[in-house]
């Protein structure tokens, strides 16, 4: 069973700054993509991050230059560094791991922005 488990999220005011954490149980780690994703109320889940098994990283254009993914392998975590937080970060966000034919979810976890 594979278990992805999301932390660090919160309220923070406009302009501040936070850092989720996902932790991985109970699977190979190091050979997957993994993601962030996000979803606001009443609105599509959306890719905020990505990044493979070699440190190649991508990322939605509404957060270039403020987040930056990154990935522990040795600690089986990938992490989300979001600066300069905008009202419209608020969402619930969600940590996903890629394999060849199927895919898992953490639970997520919410991060509030206030203006």
């Known amino acids: 069973q594979v278990q992805l488990v999301e932390s660090g999220g919160g309220l923070v005011q406009f302009g501040g700054s936070l850092r989720l954490s996902c932790a991985a149980s109970g699977s190979v780690f190091s050979i997957y993509t993994m993601g962030w994703y996000r979803q606001a109320p009443g609105k599509q889940r959306e890719l905020v991050a990505r990044?493979?098994?070699?440190?190649?990283?991508n990322y939605a254009d509404s957060v270039k230059g403020r987040f930056t993914i990154s990935r522990d392998n040795a600690k089986k975590t990938v992490y989300l560094q979001m600066n300069s937080l905008k009202p419209e970060d608020t969402a619930v966000y969600y940590c996903?791991?890629?394999?060849?034919?199927?895919?898992?979810w953490g639970q997520g976890t919410q991060v509030t922005v206030s203006s």
């Open positions: 990044i493979t098994r070699d440190g190649n990283t």
């Open positions: 996903k791991q890629e394999r060849v034919n199927s895919e898992y």
